[in-house]
Nanobody, 127 residues
Framework: QVQVVESGGGLVQAGGSLRLSCAAS????????MGWFRQAPGKEREFVAA????????GYAESVKGRFTISRDNAKNTVYLQMESLKPEDTAVYYC????????????????????WGQGTQVTVSS
């Protein structure tokens, strides 16, 4: 069982920035692919970004490209989502997810590919 805990959400004005963090348990963090998803009220959960085991490969949803950056620190068992130029439409609960024993360059965009999920952290962007 892998425990996944997100932090860093909050309220920010449009144009502002936030950094989300996600800590995942286990001694084999470097074998996990990691991803961020979000779910706005009344909408389905959607892919935001993913990062490969080493951090060498990343993937982003078109809606966040150029504004969000995913990164990871394997020494700290943590993945980050730096969010810039936030828009009201970025308002959602953001979830971190884990793929165990991932391939080296694996950056899955489908929620069904992920094995473990956190409880989510709320991000609210005011206009």
């Amino acid at each position: 069982q892998v425990q996944v805990v997100e932090s860093g959400g909050g309220l920010v004005q449009a144009g502002g920035s936030l950094r989300l963090s996600c800590a995942a348990s286990g001694r084999t963090f470097s074998t996990y692919a990691m991803g961020w998803f979000r779910q706005a009220p009344g909408k389905e959960r959607e892919f935001v970004a993913a990062v490969s085991r080493s951090g060498g490969r990343t993937g982003y949803a078109e809606s966040v490209k150029g504004r969000f950056t995913i990164s990871r620190d394997n020494a700290k068992n943590t993945v980050y989502l730096q969010m810039e130029s936030l828009k009201p439409e970025d308002t959602a609960v953001y979830y971190c997810a884990v793929v165990r024993l991932a391939g080296l360059d694996y950056v899955p965009g489908r929620a069904s590919r992920y094995d473990y999920w956190g409880q989510g952290t709320q991000v609210t962007v005011s206009s």
